[in-house]
């Protein structure tokens, strides 16, 4: 019976490390252009909001047919598609969330069985 919070932790933990989080992942435009001009409208004559370089990647907020409108700073701009591809992004929150209830589950599990154990020798 001592063993149930343990397990029931560890059963959260599974089914929030694997539960389908990939479809509120963010999207990005990764940039695979050397230099690409983000413009302020969706007309390459309108003003450059900035200048990103290959390997950037920059949040997508809308995936139109010929242009990527994508969030740069507190501004929204417009890039070719041509430009760079959609990608999937995990951000690094998620990650460390991921990393800190592995080592919460692990500490529970390890004072468990420990207690478990010592009960054992004792009886």
Do not use: H
């Not at 409208?41 to 900035?50: A, C, E, H, Q, R």
């Not at 290959?54 to 409108?69: A, F, N, S, T, V």
């Amino acid at each position: 019976m001592r063993f149930f919070p343990v397990s029931a932790l560890a059963a959260m933990f599974c089914a929030v490390c694997f539960s389908p989080l990939k479809a509120t992942a963010t999207q990005y435009v990764q940039i695979s252009d050397p230099f690409v001009n983000v413009y302020e409208k969706l007309d390459p004559k309108s003003s450059v909001l900035k200048m990103v370089k290959k390997g950037d990647r920059l949040e997508l907020i809308y995936p139109g047919p010929i242009w990527y409108q994508v969030k740069v700073g507190d501004n929204i701009g417009w890039v070719e598609r041509k430009a760079g591809s959609v990608v999937e992004g995990n951000g690094i929150f998620s990650t460390v969330l991921s990393i800190a209830l592995i080592l919460v589950a692990l500490a529970a599990m390890v004072y468990g069985v420990s207690v478990f154990i010592k009960k054992q020798k004792t009886a």
